[in-house]
């Protein structure tokens, strides 16, 4: 996320939780930084593990608990990475705990009916059938649909540009981008192969456990979409999650337009892998095919 003030909220930081208070540090070295600020809102609470949790309240304590804490989000959501969530931690009970009520955002009566069922219960096989009505996929009446090939990631994309997949493992997202690399730049030259962030290489996992860094080779194409997956230069949008263009090769990295609308050279860095080893890896990854953690603090404009 990129951090933001402006002129019409000079005074505002946007950021990452982790970015914010520099949780990738000694935590001792961190206890000054929520002294700062007057009010600090964290969104997703229900995604925070319990020793995010535990760690932003021991900053509030050495802030003398001045500032307005203020967590906002559910418990209806994927939990955190470690399977915890905030109300695991001891201190929950030391929150003020207000229900809100009125959706601000859905304006769609029939959307809001599927929020708040998907919210509150597992849908009844019936209640399933009526969330899917009018829902469809573009394969769905062809034989050996389930088997998708470059053909039809083509077909699906020629539709829905803007789709996202979804896939339920680590290797059929990577195997969704291996296609639609296929099917979008078939007929077009490949620019380079970059050693790319070792977590988008599934061969690197077993199940969920990763054991072992070997970076992911990527073909680099002219106008293909990327994803920067490492926060390297925030004020110029070279942020985790920022979607971007490629534009061409240069002798040092990738250059692309994000959409930001900046353009920045996506070069190699350097970060310790649990294997206490340093690797060189391009902080990027492809678009099209991604895993529900990846998508659940985002709103795309269309899944599949």
């Given at each position: 996320?990129?951090?933001?003030?402006?002129?019409?909220?000079?005074?505002?930081?946007?950021?990452?939780?982790?970015?914010?208070?520099?949780?990738?540090?000694?935590?001792?070295?961190?206890?000054?930084?929520?002294?700062?600020?007057?009010?600090?809102?964290?969104?997703?609470?229900?995604?925070?593990?319990?020793?995010?949790?535990?760690?932003?309240?021991?900053?509030?304590?050495?802030?003398?608990?001045r500032p307005a804490?203020?967590?906002?989000?559910?418990?209806?959501?994927?939990?955190?990475?470690?399977?915890?969530?905030?109300?695991?931690?001891?201190?929950?009970?030391?929150?003020?705990?207000?229900?809100?009520?009125?959706?601000?955002?859905?304006?769609?009566?029939?959307?809001?009916?599927?929020?708040?069922?998907?919210?509150?219960?597992?849908?009844?096989?019936?209640?399933?059938?009526?969330?899917?009505?009018?829902?469809?996929?573009?394969?769905?009446?062809?034989?050996?649909?389930?088997?998708?090939?470059?053909?039809?990631?083509?077909?699906?994309?020629?539709?829905?540009?803007?789709?996202?997949?979804?896939?339920?493992?680590?290797?059929?997202?990577?195997?969704?981008?291996?296609?639609?690399?296929?099917?979008?730049?078939?007929?077009?030259?490949?620019l380079d192969w970059?050693?790319?962030?070792?977590?988008?290489?599934?061969?690197?996992?077993w199940r969920e456990?990763?054991?072992?860094?070997?970076?992911?080779?990527?073909?680099?194409?002219?106008?293909?979409?990327?994803?920067?997956?490492?926060?390297?230069?925030?004020?110029?949008?070279?942020?985790?999650?920022?979607?971007?263009?490629?534009?061409?090769?240069?002798?040092?990295?990738?250059?692309?337009?994000?959409?930001?609308?900046?353009?920045?050279?996506?070069?190699?860095?350097?970060?310790?892998?649990?294997?206490?080893?340093?690797?060189?890896?391009?902080?990027?990854?492809?678009?099209?095919?991604?895993?529900?953690?990846?998508?659940?603090?985002?709103?795309?404009?269309?899944?599949?």
């Open positions: 996320m990129q951090r933001v003030g402006g002129a019409r909220h000079p005074d505002l930081d946007i950021d990452t939780v982790h970015g914010m208070f520099a949780l990738h540090k000694q935590e001792l070295s961190t206890a000054d930084m929520m002294k700062i600020y007057d009010m600090a809102i964290i969104d997703e609470v229900g995604q925070l593990p319990t020793w995010i949790f535990d760690r932003l309240l021991r900053l509030w304590d050495a802030a003398d608990r804490l203020v967590f906002v989000g559910d418990f209806c959501q994927l939990t955190g990475a470690d399977g915890t969530t905030a109300r695991e931690s001891r201190r929950w009970s030391e929150m003020h705990i207000m229900n809100l009520h009125e959706m601000r955002r859905c304006k769609c009566d029939r959307l809001k009916w599927k929020l708040q069922l998907l919210r509150s219960a597992t849908p009844s096989g019936a209640q399933l059938k009526q969330i899917l009505r009018g829902h469809r996929a573009n394969l769905r009446g062809k034989a050996g649909a389930n088997r998708l090939d470059a053909e039809q990631i083509s077909a699906i994309l020629k539709e829905t540009p803007k789709t996202t997949f979804v896939t339920i493992s680590r290797k059929g997202s990577a195997r969704i981008n291996q296609l639609a690399l296929r099917a979008l730049f078939r007929d077009d030259s490949i970059i050693p790319c962030d070792p977590q988008e290489n599934f061969n690197n996992f456990t990763q054991v072992d860094a070997e970076p992911f080779w990527m073909p680099v194409h002219q106008s293909m979409r990327v994803t920067i997956t490492r926060n390297a230069d925030k004020e110029h949008g070279f942020v985790n999650g920022m979607g971007a263009t490629v534009q061409c090769m240069r002798r040092s990295g990738v250059q692309v337009l994000t959409d930001h609308g900046q353009v920045l050279l996506v070069h190699p860095i350097t970060h310790e892998t649990w294997m206490a080893s340093a690797e060189e890896r391009q902080p990027s990854r492809c678009v099209w095919g991604t895993v529900p953690h990846s998508t659940r603090s985002k709103v795309p404009l269309c899944l599949t």
